[in-house]
């Protein structure tokens, strides 16, 4: 894929026989049914990267379809596409869900057995409901053999191969479903996710110019451009962009890549105020987003002097998580914020215990797991573990998806270590490229 600004070459794509016949096929003779199902996957192709509103009406949507056309394979298929999406983004953790995802998605192929869609649901349900990333990739390569010019299949391959560390082959797939798919933000948003995973950072912007020529109106698309600019300490550069993308709590990529940018400027204040807004506006509309609202809400307070007003909302932050976990005990972010909640509340035992814990849920997940590994070094510096987390650093820094030494020179959480020469040479050592596993 060409990301120059040149005119994009759309590729020769050739209809199987089975594509042709899925496409002559009437999905359902219901028009109401039918209505409901376009204006679903409408929602789900516009917008659910910036709202949590959109996928809820997509499944209503959906839902309402297969109401009226209890035989509308199709729409079975999307509705648990999109109810695995709300699970696995937090949206909705209810701990009914993954079996709602599932009958759907064995309704469909109960329904079609040879419709490439309805596999394409049932590997959505292994990968985001059970985590099987193997099993999933199956499902998705059944579904590619039904779908082979699918961008949505191709997509979904891709976002299980860079959990397995194959970041170049899911960079490939994902490149050739944005060329079969122009106008899907979202997948233009991953492929620039993983070239910013390893350090790529002007492949993925020019890969979002790329996206913004054909959706110049999806902020999150600008959002993630500032991002890029952002992970490479270009503070400037990322608060032009953020001044242009409206500030809205209910959009929570775009809200805290705006908290990251004001916590590297160490602007506390305005960091606090947009918080204590953001959570009093909300209610439970942000669903488990609420609890990083208020740890970070927490932090910021703590860093902006004022003590008493943090510990108040670290403890809220904690209460907060432990009703979340319940619904959702695998969830090693949700444990990533009880441990950053507790080290700031200075309990190291718990903080610890609970960053190992995130750590190993998230085993094996080669997008997830450098985080987790990054969040417990940023504990061992503050509660006096120097030896522990300068000794992580390097292999933090070579890893994809790791830490950054923009991020070492700009977080508050490594301040502790700004006076250890060991740190010091770290980060004015122009870094070396990230291992790129195939």
């Known amino acids: 894929m060409t990301c120059s600004g040149s005119k994009a070459r759309w590729p020769e794509v050739r209809l199987s026989g089975h594509e042709r016949a899925l496409l002559e096929a009437r999905p359902t003779d219901h028009p109401d049914a039918y209505d409901a199902y376009l204006r679903g996957l409408a929602l789900e192709t516009r917008s659910l990267e910036s709202s949590h509103d959109a996928p809820t009406q997509a499944a209503q949507l959906y839902a309402e379809a297969v109401r009226l056309d209890p035989r509308f394979a199709l729409a079975w298929a999307r509705l648990a596409i999109v109810k695995s999406f709300m699970y696995s983004n937090s949206i909705d953790r209810t701990p009914t869900l993954p079996a709602e995802v599932k009958q759907a998605a064995d309704t469909a192929l109960h329904l079609q057995p040879d419709l490439g ?24 390569e059944q579904a590619r053999q039904r779908l082979p010019n699918n961008a949505h299949v191709l997509a979904a391959i891709a976002y299980i191969e860079r959990r397995q560390g194959r970041w170049q082959d899911s960079i490939a797939h994902l490149e050739q479903a944005t060329l079969l798919d122009p106008r899907e933000v979202v997948m233009f948003l991953e492929l620039a996710s993983n070239h910013a995973a390893l350090r790529q950072y002007a492949k993925a912007r020019a890969t979002l110019d790329h996206a913004l020529e054909v ?78 609202y208020q740890l970070w809400l927490g932090m910021g307070q703590a860093r902006a002097g004022d003590e008493a007003a943090a510990r108040t909302s670290l403890a809220k932050t904690i209460e907060l998580a432990q009703q979340y976990r319940k619904a959702a005990p695998d969830d090693a972010k949700l444990v990533e914020s009880l441990a950053l909640a507790h080290a700031n509340l200075g309990d190291k035992a718990a903080a610890l215990r609970e960053a190992q814990q995130a750590i190993d849920l998230a085993a094996g997940d080669a997008l997830l797991q450098p985080g987790l590994e990054q969040t417990r070094a940023e504990i061992q510096a503050g509660l006096g573990d120097t030896d522990a987390a300068i000794g992580a650093l390097p292999h933090l820094l070579a890893m994809p998806n790791g830490t950054t030494i923009a991020d070492l020179r700009l977080n508050p959480l490594w301040d502790p270590l700004r006076k250890d020469a060991r740190f010091q040479k770290l980060i004015t050592t122009d870094p070396a490229p990230p291992d790129t596993p195939r």
Request: contains cysteine.
């Open 117 to 140: 869609e309805a596999h394409l649901a049932i590997g959505y349900y292994r990968y985001r409901c059970l985590r099987d990333f193997d099993g999933g990739l199956r499902d998705f």
């Open 215 to 292: 959706q110049p109106d999806a902020t999150s698309l600008v959002t993630a451009k500032a991002w890029a600019w952002l992970a490479e300490g270009n503070l400037e550069q990322a608060g032009t962009l953020l001044d242009s993308v409206p500030l809205r709590a209910d959009d929570t990529e775009t809200f805290m890549v705006r908290m990251s940018w004001l916590w590297y400027r160490r602007n506390f204040t305005a960091m606090v105020a947009a918080l204590a807004q953001a959570l009093a506006q909300s209610g439970g509309a942000l669903g488990s987003w609420r609890v990083q």
